[in-house]
Every structure is written in structure tokens, then in C-alpha cells.
């Protein structure tokens, strides 16, 4: 009996040390509601999609070039059994992607009548942003692309401008890839 007391008292006095070793974790303050989308690169600017717009982000798939359609049109690639139309979502907007091919994503936008692949520059995965800091003004950007975006996140230096994939969805020109 004398060994499980003293067994037990050298327990409780290392239990009594780790306690007493321990650091209290921080308090929080400042808790402040959350955005979060995908972000991303587009002709020399940040972008973020909301997390409710983007189905899933991949490497561009093998695709097949597809005849009589616009030119940011890329082809159609078979993705877990489903065919999507992959588009250069910088050529649509004007301009040409940048950087090396192996860093380009596609953004899977699906709605109820369109699921659509969006070649972008490069991908950054979630950004997380402070609600109460959006701005309702976006940064200098390509007229083309401006009915897409709406507002932004200022974070240290860099600007997050909002890309609206619902507004690409509705917009004919997009919806309408056949060549005139």
C-alpha cells in the first residue's frame, strides 16, 4: 500500500509542477468575423472568390481543343467522369496569362446550369479577411474585368480585389463560347 501512495503522490506532484509550468493560453480580445474565399492571380492583380462560388480548384487537366469556338475557349477535359469546358479566363477578359503553366489552376465554377473550368494564374488556397474591413472600391484594374469584381480586402501592402464567379455565370458573352 505504502508504494501506490507513493506512486501516487509522485504523480500528483508532477500533475501539481506541469500546472504550475504551464502558460495560460492568450485571451482573445479581438474576435472578428471572418470572409473567406480562394485566391488567386489574374492579369497582374489578386483576386479572391467566395468559398460559396468555387466548387473545387485543380491543376489544369489534359484537355481537348474544341473547333468553332471563341478563342479563350480551351477545350473540354473529362474530370472525374464529367466533361468541363476549361476557359483562359485572362483571354476572355483581354489579356494572356502569365507565368509558367505548372503554377496555372482552374477554378471549378458549377451552378445549376453551368459548370465551367477557369484558368487562372496561380493559386493561393483560402485568405481569410476581417468582415469590417472590406472596401467598397476595387483597385486599378482591367476594364474588362471590372463588372466581375466587387469591392476588396486591403491586407499589409496587397490589395484582394472580390471576383464575383456568379456575375462571369449570368454574363451572355461568357455563357454564349461558339464562334460568331
Known sequence: MAEQSSAFTALARLAQGS???ARG???QLDVREQWSG??????GSYFVASMDEVAEMLEVPHF????GVQPWVRGVANVRGRLLPLFDLAAFCGGRLVGGRKR??????ETETLYSGLIVDQVFGMQHFPVDEYHSESG???EAI???VQGSYIVGEQRWNVFKLSELARDQRFTNAAKD
Open 19 to 21: 500546472r504550475n509550468a
Open 25 to 27: 493560453l492568450p485571451a
Open 38 to 43: 480562394v485566391g488567386f492571380t489574374l492579369l
Open 64 to 67: 481537348t481543343h474544341l473547333p
Open 104 to 109: 496555372r489552376r482552374v477554378l471549378v465554377l
Open 140 to 142: 486599378d484594374l482591367v
Open 146 to 148: 471590372q463588372p466581375y
